[in-house]
């Protein structure tokens, strides 16, 4: 199983961007779905998260401004950020909680390998 997270680049503040996540591999299910992000120096904040069924959950300083989707038929997860601040300058990651089967049923948590969001001032 693979999660690709891609999307990113540069990008004037006040503008937008779409991040997508994309579940490869012998997948029977994906449960929660999240994004994060991480700047030098400082732990990973989670800023999303969505259930298999729809249900959201935002950070404060990104409610309203970036819309967390999925679309199960694809195994793909979105991130729409909006209104881009410097501050949300940022390697994005993206998680899920996955049912796969290799030679047995296993469920674990994977990692995307980030991608880089930038915003100027």
């Known amino acids: 199983v693979q999660l690709q997270a891609s999307g990113g680049g540069l990008v004037q503040a006040g503008g937008s961007l779409r991040l997508s996540c994309s579940a490869s591999g012998s997948i029977l299910s994906i449960n929660d779905m999240g994004w994060y992000r991480q700047t030098p120096g400082k732990q990973r904040e989670l800023l999303a998260t969505?259930?298999?069924?729809?249900?959201?959950n935002y950070e404060d300083s990104v409610k309203g401004r970036f819309t967390i989707a999925r679309d199960n038929a694809k195994n793909t997860m979105y991130l729409q950020m909006n209104s881009l601040k410097p501050e949300d300058t940022a390697v994005y990651y993206c998680n899920a909680d996955i049912l796969s089967v290799r030679g047995k049923l296993e469920r674990k948590t994977y990692w995307g390998q980030g991608t880089q969001v930038t915003v100027s001032s």
């Open positions: 969505i259930t298999r069924g729809g249900d959201t």
